[in-house]
């Protein structure tokens, strides 16, 4: 039986950066002629096992991604065929295949001999090997890490459009980085930039999604939806910075991922600020003193100081409760930022009101 060979010879390693995304994206196509690959015969012990593994899960047909590749224009200007662009792209994608063994320990791609990948082109291949959607995270976003979850990908995949093999490469991204870093000691940014050599965005992006999956925050609500990705990675970064046991002790384990527990026992003291009458009138005073003239929702701050004081500091003080901090943000949306909301207030106003709630708290007798 004759076998038609299509053979790249090279030095260092063709990779398109069009087409390296075009796989990421999920475009695989489909083909029926697989078979027919298992019969090569690679000399090279370990490239023929490289090779073989490839041949058997790869795609036989990427007319998907050639017909992107088409429609954006690759073939004008030069004489190459359909043809050679249909061998260049499948050759491309089983070295994109092989590889990807290696981008799961990023570490270990510099210091293989398989494929001569300049520096600059590793950084590219692993960055956007670990790169997502926000769409994609925002729907798994505070959910558990699991099969369970995983399952539900085509469901996610189907709302997204983001394709599911996409879809399941970014989750198991998540998931890796999980569990390589949920028990090292330092700083949980570091780590993930020292084991997955990813840019420092990058590092702090997956620190929030590690950081919401451990404590399960609950950001799937409607009440949350205007909510993006960023808006909650800001939000981690801000707690992880002040709130958790790194923030006190930079070498203990689990130091960036666990909200460090005498601090929420702590914040149960702050109930004396709205359980104290005299405390509370004296609070308010303070803090309506220095907010009189600067903003233009003044009245609406005096008249609900009491309802809004009692609703920061009621969430603070449950916090000890496994189910109040997965509520934290659904909390906080219902408790004070509607109620700001519904009075018209602007972020400058919100940013106001809290400098001022909190400097008069320090003032008072009970805070010195």
């Not at 196509?29 to 023929?48: A, K, M, P, R």
């Not at 090292?184 to 420092?200: T, W």
């Not at 400098?355 to 008069?360: A, E």
Request: proline share 2%; hydrophobic share 40%.
């Amino acid at each position: 039986m004759s076998v038609e060979l299509d053979v790249f010879v090279v030095n260092t390693t063709i990779m398109d950066e069009e087409v390296y995304q075009l796989w990421l994206d999920g475009y695989t196509g489909l083909g029926h002629n697989i078979n027919q690959l298992t019969h090569i015969d690679i000399l090279d012990t370990v490239i023929h096992q490289s090779y073989e593994s490839c041949y058997l899960s790869a795609p036989s047909s990427v007319n998907d991604a050639v017909k992107v590749r088409m429609e954006g224009g690759v073939l004008e200007g030069c004489e190459a065929s359909a043809e050679v662009l249909h061998s260049d792209t499948m050759d491309q994608y089983r070295t994109f295949q092989m590889c990807e063994r290696l981008l799961h320990s990023p570490v270990k791609l510099a210091n293989q001999l398989l494929f001569q990948i300049p520096p600059h082109r590793q950084v590219m291949l692993i960055e956007r090997y670990y790169a997502f959607d926000s769409v994609f995270v925002r729907e798994v976003l505070g959910k558990k890490l699991s099969k369970g979850t995983k399952k539900d990908l085509d469901d996610v995949s189907a709302k997204t459009g983001v394709t599911l093999k996409s879809c399941r490469r970014q989750f198991d991204n998540f998931k890796r980085v999980f569990k390589v870093v949920e028990e090292l000691k330092g700083p949980l940014v570091e780590n993930i930039r020292q084991h997955f050599l990813l840019s420092d965005k990058l590092a702090r992006d997956y620190a929030a999604i590690v950081f919401f999956a451990n404590n399960r925050f609950e950001t799937g609500k409607k009440k949350l939806h205007y909510l993006t990705f960023q808006d909650f990675a800001f939000c981690a970064g801000q707690l992880i910075s002040n709130w958790t046991v790194g923030a006190l002790d930079n070498m203990v384990e689990d130091m960036d991922v666990d909200l460090e527990k005498e601090f929420l026992q702590d914040l149960k003291e702050l109930k004396i600020l709205i359980t104290d009458r005299d405390l509370l009138d004296q609070h308010k005073s303070l803090v309506c003193t220095a907010l009189r003239g600067k903003t233009k929702a003044f009245n609406e701050m005096e008249a609900n100081f009491k309802n809004l004081s009692r609703g920061l500091v009621n969430i603070a003080a449950k916090l000890t409760n496994t189910k109040e901090v997965r509520d934290f943000f659904i909390d906080l949306v219902e408790k004070f930022i509607e109620p700001c909301r519904s009075d018209k207030w602007t972020a400058g106003d919100m940013r106001l009101y809290l400098t001022h709630y909190t400097n008069s708290a320090h003032v008072l007798d009970t805070f010195k």
